[in-house]
């Protein structure tokens, strides 16, 4: 089956411009999480889905960073008038349920000029 | 704070060798652990999952231990090979919380 997918791999935008992320979960899986990779932070969770709700949004950097989940299924990670320090991968997980095995996607690599 | 700490952070060996990976948390309430590998720009790929009342999980050549009461997790390669070289992370999900605090890494460079 497939797995975690995500979309665009690749986004450079100019500073202060909005980009979306998606991602597309594994079937089945109610659970759907974010993280963020960038030098120098290591990976840091961003927030977690489990159906259509966030129930933690604690790793959230900012108020220009906003997510949604439609349809218990793909989730888009929104940054709203990115800046620099926003390049980083972005990372989707699922999991079954919450607490289950995490499984990752191949990220989308942000570079905000 | 749950902190995640991975020695060694590089490691290189001649192939063939057994070798260890050290994953140490200050936070010994956790409801699971897990190790990845990590190729270079590519995403994470899932090894072993150990839950908290488990001592170890066994995947081929990977053995993963837990010892959860010193806070502190080994991966553990057999007869390592060019193919494994690769950033190894660990995560631990503490319990009530759903998100995976992530080690540092250590990167693995197996020589032919």
């Known amino acids: 089956g497939a797995g975690v997918s995500q979309s665009p791999s690749n986004k450079v935008t100019e500073k202060g411009k909005d980009v979306e992320l998606r991602c597309d979960p594994i079937s089945g899986h109610t659970a759907l999480y974010w993280y963020r990779q960038s030098l120098g932070q290591g990976l840091e969770f961003l927030i977690y889905f489990q159906g259509n709700s966030a129930p933690d949004k604690s790793g959230l950097p900012s108020d220009r960073f906003s997510a949604e989940r439609t349809g218990g299924s793909v989730s888009t990670l929104t940054i709203q008038r990115t800046q620099q320090e926003d390049s980083a991968v972005y990372l989707c997980a699922s999991s079954l349920a919450v607490g289950d095995e995490q499984f990752f996607g191949p990220g989308t690599r942000l570079t905000v000029l | 704070k749950q902190e995640v700490t991975q020695i060694p952070a590089a490691l290189s060996v001649p192939e063939g060798e057994n070798l260890v990976l050290n994953c140490s948390f200050t936070d010994s309430a956790i409801y699971n652990l897990q190790w990845f590998r990590q190729d270079p720009g590519k995403g994470l790929t899932s090894l072993l999952l150990?839950?908290?009342?488990?001592r170890e999980q066994t995947s081929g050549r990977l053995n993963a231990s837990l010892d959860k009461s010193s806070g502190r997790s080994t991966l553990y390669i057999a007869a390592s090979q060019p193919g494994d070289s690769a950033t190894y992370l660990c995560a631990v999900r503490g319990t009530g919380f759903q998100k995976l605090v992530f080690g540092t890494g250590t990167r693995l460079l197996v020589s032919p």
């Open positions: 150990i839950q908290s009342s488990q």
